[in-house]
C-alpha cells in the first residue's frame, strides 16, 4: 500500500542519517557528529573513570593483614604470592563499576542522537517518531546489556586468573623488589619489607589491568552498541513498524503540520485562480 510505502521510505531515511551521524557526515542542529561525541566520550569518559582507580590510603594495613592471613603461623620471608593474588583480584573487581559507567554514558551519547534524528525525519509524524524511539531504545538497550555482559566476562577472566607471568609485570618485578631492597633490607623486617613491595606490585598490576580496559572497553562498545546497533536497526523497524504494525496509524499528521499545509495548499489554488483571471485581462 501507499501507506506502507511511505513508511518504509522513512525508516530508510531514518537509518540512513542515523549512519550518516555516527560516521560524522552529518550534523544534527548544533551538536556535535554522532562519531565526534562518542571520541570524546571514550577520550574523556573512559580515561578519567578508569584513572580513578588507584589503591586505597590504607592499603598497607590492608596488604598486613593479608600477609599475616596467608601465611599463618610462619614468617613471611618472601613475597607472598597467595596475599598478592587475592588482593589483586579485589582489585580487579572494582573496575567494574566505573567501566559500566562508561558504557552507559556511550549509550547516552547515542540516545541523544537517536532522539535528533527522529525529530528531524519524523516530524510530521508523532506517533511514527514516538514508535520508532521505542524501537529504536529496546534494540539499544539490548546491545548495552551485551556489552556489559562481555565486560563482565572479561573481569571474570582477569578475576581468575592473577597473571604474574604478564611480560610488563615481569620487567618491572624485579626492580620494584630490588628497589626496596637496597632501600630497606637495614631498616625493615622482612614483613614491612614485603608490605611495600606488594604495594608496589599491585599499583603495577592497576596500571596493567587499566591499560588492557583502554583497548577492550572502547572495542566492546564499537562492536555491541554502534555496530551490531546499527547493522540490525533498519531490520529491526521494519520488522516491527512496516511489517507487523499498522502503516496507517503511525502516519497520522500532526494536526498543526496538516493544518499549515492544508492552508498552504489553499493558498497555492488561490493564486493559480488569481493567475489565469490576470492573465485573460
Known sequence: TDHTMTL?????AYCNAFSD?????STTGNSIAGGMSLREVFLKEIEEKLDSICLPQDI???????VRRTSGTRPALFTPNRAFD????????RFRVPVKRSIKRCVESIVDIIAAVG?????RFPTLKREAHKQAMALLMSKQVEAE?????????????????HRLFTTSRLKIEVDNKDTDSNELSFESRNIKVIE????????IIRNQLMDVVPKAIIFYVIREFSDILHNHLLLNLA????????LVEDELIESKRKKAQQMVVALQQADVIASMF
Request: no cysteine; hydrophobic share 35%; net charge negative.
Open 8 to 12: 518504509i521510505k522513512l525508516i530508510h
Open 21 to 25: 551521524n555516527m560516521s560524522g557526515n
Open 60 to 66: 598497607s594495613r590492608t596488604i598486613e593483614t593479608e
Open 86 to 93: 587475592n588482593l589483586a583480584r579485589d582489585i580487579v573487581l
Open 119 to 123: 525529530k528531524d525525519i519524523f516530524v
Open 149 to 165: 555482559d562481555f565486560i563482565d566476562s572479561y573481569l571474570k577472566l582477569e578475576e581468575g586468573y592473577i597473571n604474574t607471568n
Open 200 to 207: 608496589g606490585l599491585l599499583n603495577l598490576y592497576i596500571d
Open 243 to 250: 511489517t507487523n504494525g499498522k502503516p496507517e496509524e503511525l
